[in-house]
């Protein structure tokens, strides 16, 4: 099943955020100010997102951030697990599997899964609705 940190929710909005104004450095303030959120925390997250190379930093008074490629080329798993690390499948509800091989729940873990790994890698940033306050 799917879990979105703050911190991956955060990222998720910035990077839809910043598709909506290709190739224009944003500022921080600028985003956190759209999404209604800490600057500070959003700055930490939008530095993961330069570490994992989706986007790019400027520095000094004009300074902000970027995609780093074309909304067309990123895919939200990308930006998912820039932050959360590698999206796992669990076909389990218990840590170790505890209904000798056939889940109470049947195929649906299963099924779950496989449509939000689906859904994350088939959507490209350039495909996700605009946030208010683009352009």
Request: with cysteine; aromatic share 2%; glycine share 8%.
């Amino acid at each position: 099943m799917l879990k979105v940190s703050e911190a991956a929710s955060l990222a998720l909005h910035a990077a839809a955020f910043l598709a909506g104004r290709p190739g224009e450095v944003v500022t921080t303030g600028e985003v956190a100010s759209v999404l209604d959120v800490s600057e500070n925390h959003l700055s930490k997250v939008l530095q993961r997102l330069a570490k994992a190379g989706l986007v790019r930093s400027t520095r000094g008074p004009r300074g902000g951030f970027m995609l780093s490629r074309s909304p067309d080329d990123l895919t939200l798993l990308e930006v998912y697990e820039a932050i959360e690390g590698p999206l796992g499948t669990t076909n389990c509800l218990f840590s170790r599997p505890v209904c000798n091989g056939e889940c109470i729940l049947g195929d649906l873990l299963t099924d779950v899964n496989a449509r939000i790994r689906a859904r994350l890698t088939q959507t490209k940033l350039s495909a996700v609705p605009q946030l208010a306050g683009v352009k």
